[in-house]
């Protein structure tokens, strides 16, 4: 442990002249650094997060105090790798910086992986959600050109014209007919996940995970 904040002390010193805006002026000048590696920790950030505290102090002669930092974000971590929160962050999509030590991070772990199943069937449900608004616009807007296309036809006096227009109509009721076949297997997906995200939000529910 000491030669990996050793190696973060080298990395700060090296990164010091370039800029970063993880902290304002101000809150370098005022820096508690044990609270600031502890509210790191707790919101899932790893140590080295430090490195761009020290870039965003640099302008004004301010070096985070590295012992300080570290002792919060031992004790931060220790907070943050708790079953409950590692399902939520799960659930969330929020990505796993290590952080935890090796006695919390299995149950932490664990936790977080099922999150990250719901967090995963919702995703699904979102992207065929939007696949089948996307369809429907799309349908709308041919739907719109058709009309205009049968408008012009009556009006034409060109016959070039009107069988062009004649054989757009065609092509847009032929993707008319592959949008709504797409949106046909969108729908039976979409009730699939949405039965499975029951299951599984059930089975959270008996877990203690959901109250």
Known sequence: ?????????????LCLLSACSTMSKEECKMADWYLKGLDDA???YAADRVIDHGKACAKVNVVPNMRDYREGHA???RL?????KGYREGRRGAAYNGICPMELEDKFLRAYRDGQELYSIQRNMDNLVNEINNNNS???SSYSEIARLKHDI???NSEQDRRYNMRRIDELQDDIRN??????????ELELFRNDYRIVEDKHIRMGYIR
């Open 179 to 188: 949008l709504e076949f797409n949106s046909g297997r969108a729908h039976r």
């Open 138 to 140: 799309r349908m709308d």
């Open 75 to 77: 004790k931060g971590a």
């Open 42 to 44: 707790s919101a899932g």
């Open 80 to 84: 943050y790798c708790v079953p409950e």
């Open 154 to 156: 009556v009006n034409s």
């Open 1 to 13: 442990m000491n030669n990996v904040y050793a190696l973060l002390n080298l990395m700060l010193c």
